[in-house]
């Protein structure tokens, strides 16, 4: 058991300590780094749950995939430019009065719910789903997502898909002058439509089309 | 002092796993120049040793001599991280692979999950060498990667989601087990060739090597790389291509089980036949090398998105349909 609670205060203070260095840090880069390192230290303590599930989809979709695309936008931005600009003088006070104004509504929000779990448990236990605890939990997510909750499930889903035909739509142009290369064209050109012998007599030479 | 006990006797099992991949790793090494010397009708490294056999020993210690240069204007902690972090990933996957029913250091129930994480963490490596090198050909070169490893990584877990449906377990062992009557390979071959070239693009090998694309990139992402620091990008390069072969074997070729379960065959211990898979796809890594081109950069992206994923999705359908109909669908 202690050293079961030494691995939680640790990744625990890994998380938080990375967490207030994500906002803390003047390099972008290395505020995309620190969050990295949070969402693995949070997987890490969602294992330690016994929800390895989670955890390692935590890893694949976040750490694997969303991070990789935030690091894509981060690294192009100008890090010394930045820095002259955000940094210097007191233009950047202004942001504060609003920051504070909703992590006061987060927390506030968060309260709420966890006191509501603390005193009365019984809201929510809406599903009363019996968890059973002979199979894996990668089973028993499965089993109450794809039967109870398969619409919202499927919905979510639909709701993704939308979402990412629109940032098509919105992005996508068609240019005109760019010469496109067609594969089956390419594949089924034959010898010949492609070459063509001819006679040429000497000193008159021949006319070539292009 | 119970602690201490369970803590040296895990150190023990680790060691007992990393310094047989390490040393195996510096071997490929040799056998990937050999193969590829081979099919050019070269010798290849053949003075060191017999059969050129410790050049990569003669490497390493050249790459330990050497100064390690750290560009003035890179970012330090960053340039320096890079390569260990490539390199630990590399080899924290290996945990999770099985070598028999009970040779295996941590038999997780997410194993493959675990593995696919790892491998899609094999990313930051690349990008932050890219990234604190503060140089264009770098750069470059980690955007390339990232992009493309990014890409293959969906046909890869499109095709686990393959293999997992006819299993029905995350477990590595409980896949290979699975595999007892007929390996994966043979019902599910067209899912293995394109997890055999996804694997290809995985690990920047040629030809889709296009991060290092020697001719335009110089060396792509390792180009201020140096000394010590270049050898760990390398070792965990190969270890990451080795890791991949052992994926394939595990998913398609059934793992540490022997093709035949007759009496000379099963006298061999489940280690071999895995280790011997693993050298079968390498040698097959080693063969592509030699004779294909490099892809341009907007092919491999069109045949990442255009034709393995939806490709690999409509089978997922089919054997999904498949399973149903015949009620094949694995339940426990």
């Known amino acids: 058991m202690i050293a079961h609670s030494i691995f939680f205060y640790t990744f625990s203070l890994i998380a938080i300590v990375s967490a207030i260095m994500v906002t803390a840090s003047k390099n972008t880069v290395h505020s995309v780094f620190f969050l990295i390192l949070d969402f693995i230290s949070i997987s890490c303590l969602f294992i330690m749950i016994g929800a390895e599930f989670l955890g390692m989809i935590m890893l694949i979709v976040y750490v ?19 820095k002259n600009q955000w940094f210097a003088g007191q233009a950047t006070s202004k942001h504060i009065p609003i920051g504070l104004i909703i992590s006061t509504l987060i927390f506030v ?28 939990n990668t089973h028993s997510l499965g089993q109450i997502l794809y039967t109870d909750y398969i619409h919202v499930f499927q919905i979510s889903g639909m709701i993704l898909l939308v979402a990412m035909v629109g940032a098509i739509v919105l ?11 067609s594969y089956i064209k390419q594949i089924s050109r034959e010898r010949a439509e492609g070459v063509e012998v001819l006679n040429v007599q000497s000193n008159k030479g021949v006319k070539i089309d292009d | 002092m119970e602690y201490f006990n369970i803590i040296f006797e895990q150190i023990y099992k680790i060691l007992f796993l990393l310094v047989p991949v390490l040393v195996s790793v510096a071997m490929i ?48 902690v960053i340039f320096i991280l890079a390569p260990i972090v490539t390199m630990t990933l590399a080899l924290i996957a290996w945990a999770v692979i099985p070598f028999s029913a009970t040779q295996v250091l941590a038999d997780i129930n997410v194993g493959i999950l675990y593995l696919f994480a790892v491998s899609s ?7 932050m060498g890219g990234w604190a090198s503060n140089s264009k050909y770098p750069f470059l070169g980690a955007i390339r990667s990232a992009a493309q490893m990014v890409s293959y990584e969906v046909s890869i877990g499109v095709i686990i989601i393959n293999v997992l449906l006819c299993v029905g377990s995350l477990n590595l062992n409980d896949i290979v087990l699975a595999q007892q009557t007929m390996w994966f390979v043979i019902p599910l071959f067209p899912m293995f060739v394109i997890f055999f070239i996804s694997a290809l693009a995985e690990t920047n090998r040629p030809p889709f090597d296009l991060p290092e694309a020697e001719a335009e990139l110089v060396a792509g992402y390792q180009t201020e790389y140096s000394g010590m620091m270049y050898a760990m990008f390398w070792l965990g390069e190969y270890a990451n291509i080795l890791l991949m072969c052992a994926m394939g074997a595990i998913l398609f070729l059934g793992g540490w089980l022997s093709p035949l379960e007759v009496y000379p ?9 895995l ?32 034709v393995f994923l939806p490709f690999s999705l409509i089978w997922v359908v089919l054997t999904a349909s498949y399973l149903f109909y015949f009620n094949l669908l694995p339940v426990n």
């Not at chain 2, 090494?29 to 020993?57: T, Y």
């Not at chain 2, 963490?121 to 990008?127: A, D, E, F, P, T």
């Open chain 1, 109 to 136: 929000e968060i309260i709420i719910v966890i006191g509501g779990w603390k005193f009365k448990p019984e809201i929510f236990d809406i599903n009363n789903s019996v968890v059973q605890t002979n199979i894996s």
């Open chain 2, 29 to 76: 090494v040799w056998l990937d120049r050999r193969i590829w010397a081979f099919v050019q009708k070269r010798q290849g490294p053949n003075v060191v040793g017999p059969f050129g056999l410790l050049q990569s020993l003669a490497d390493a210690l050249k790459y330990i001599f050497k100064e390690m240069i750290i560009p003035s204007s890179s970012n330090k």
């Open chain 1, 171 to 181: 992005t996508f142009r068609q240019r005109s002058g760019v010469k496109r290369q």
């Open chain 2, 275 to 306: 280790i011997l898979k693993i050298l079968l796809l390498f040698f097959l890594f080693a063969l592509v090398k030699a004779i294909v081109p490099r892809y341009r950069y907007d092919q491999l992206m069109r045949l990442g998105w255009k």
């Open chain 2, 121 to 127: 963490l094999g990313v930051y490596g690349i990008i």
């Open chain 2, 265 to 273: 065959f099963t006298l061999i211990p489940g280690a071999i036949w």
């Open chain 1, 64 to 82: 694997g995939a969303v991070a990789v695309l935030f690091l894509f936008v981060v690294m192009m931005l100008n890090v010394a430019q930045q």
